[in-house]
């Protein structure tokens, strides 16, 4: 074989490798949950914000809450973003057992409404306890009350516990993400 018809070879296989249209491109998964018994399903991408129940080492159930990074045929790969550094896990598809999904709402209504919380209790504070003059061991017992009941306020509105469980008929499932055409 001549220099000049490796090179072409050489050339031509490499232009292959590279195109965007290439058969030998990486394919990407996503995750789907669905429930056959009452028409649900829920499919997930690079991105998504879930909460996943898990059966862990030696099947205890384990939970992460973090941000999908990728999926392939077999595993979720998550990562939870803290203050310095990420955190990341992985976590095999046939051993979760079950999920919650986030919107993005969500993490902008929550602390919107603790905001409204803390300003209520400001306004309660010091428009109806203060000019009372009430004992310093009654102002508290209030504050204690009014935080108390903000807490489970926010917890009732915004609850974190994971409810589509196999338990309830939930499958899990990575299946190829389907190509978009143009034209």
């Known amino acids: 074989?001549?220099?000049q018809t490796f090179l072409i070879k050489f050339l031509f296989g490499l232009a292959l490798l590279?195109?965007?249209g290439s058969l030998l491109?990486?394919?990407?998964?996503?995750l789907l949950a669905k429930n056959e018994a009452s028409s649900q399903a829920y499919l997930f991408d690079k991105g998504a914000i879930v909460r996943l129940l898990f059966s862990g080492y030696g099947k205890q159930v384990q939970e992460f809450k973090g941000t999908i990074d990728s999926i392939s045929r077999d595993s979720v790969y998550l990562y939870d973003q803290q203050v310095l550094h990420k955190k990341y896990f992985t976590v095999a598809i046939a051993d979760i057992t079950g999920f919650r999904a986030y919107s993005t709402g969500i993490?902008?209504?929550k602390p919107l409404t603790q905001l409204g919380l803390i300003a209520g209790y400001f306004v309660f504070?010091?428009?109806w306890v203060a000019p009372?003059?009430?004992h310093?061991?009654?102002?508290?017992?209030?504050s204690l009350g009014f935080g108390i009941g903000s807490y489970y306020l926010v917890k009732a509105l915004f609850p974190d516990k994971v409810v589509r469980t196999r338990e309830k008929g939930w499958v899990f499932l990575s299946v190829e993400k389907k190509s978009r055409s143009r034209g």
């Open 1 to 3: 074989m001549s220099r």
């Open 125 to 127: 504070y010091y428009g």
């Open 132 to 134: 009372l003059s009430l």
């Open 18 to 20: 590279l195109s965007p």
């Open 107 to 109: 993490f902008v209504a």
């Open 25 to 30: 491109k990486a394919q990407e998964y996503q």
């Open 136 to 142: 310093p061991v009654g102002a508290a017992a209030l």
